[in-house]
């Protein structure tokens, strides 16, 4: 009898983890947060593409713990002058002894707030001021830049980015109309 639970427990284990389907999720995803990605780009002048991009990917499509815990879908780590909310888990921090340790990140009420604070995090830094050069609909440039400037320690970071730009076809949101064109136009 315990064999037969047994064989119940991993068919069930097997049937939730073939369960996710990235396209399916990306998709979900995208429909979420592509608003959100507008009024950013027309806030700020990053495109919605890259946001869009980097969200799914640093999220694994809204589906990381980071992002379903703590709402970051961005990755964005605490850094010693962080004063708001914190959440911590093992990512790609080590200690002096070569052990994986705890690293904090920052932590939002809600997934708005994390897209906001990437925005201002992006803007704040001179780290990353060369990319506000390029324009909104320049993504291979703004992508490329968040390389150069060292956003990610992936080496294969800008590609995936641009992998999901062009699979998802995300730059059609850098073309958008800015959301509140037509309240001012209404309000005339």
């Not at 709402?71 to 080590?94: A, E, L, R």
Request: proline letters at 3%; a neutral charge.
């Amino acid at each position: 009898m315990s064999y037969f639970r047994m064989l119940i427990v991993i068919l069930c284990f097997c049937m939730v983890s073939f369960d996710f389907n990235p396209e399916s999720a990306a998709y979900s995803y995208i429909n979420a947060y592509k608003e959100l990605a507008i009024v950013e780009m027309y806030r700020t002048g990053i495109p919605a593409s890259v946001t869009l991009a980097q969200g799914l990917h640093e999220s694994y499509y809204g589906t990381s713990k980071l992002a379903k815990e703590a709402n970051n879908h961005f990755g964005i780590k605490c850094k010693s002058w962080w004063t708001g909310m914190t959440y911590y888990y093992k990512d790609d921090d080590f200690n002096k002894k070569g052990e994986l340790i705890e690293s904090c990140f920052r932590a939002y009420n809600s997934d708005i707030d994390s897209y906001v604070d990437r925005s201002n995090f992006l803007m704040q830094s001179d780290r990353y001021s060369p990319l506000f050069k390029f324009d909104k609909t320049d993504y291979l440039s703004w992508i490329y830049g968040l390389k150069y400037c060292g956003y990610a320690t992936d080496p294969k970071y800008a590609e995936k980015l641009i992998d999901k730009i062009e699979k998802y076809n995300l730059s059609v949101y850098d073309k958008s109309e800015d959301p509140f064109r037509q309240l001012i136009i209404d309000r005339k």
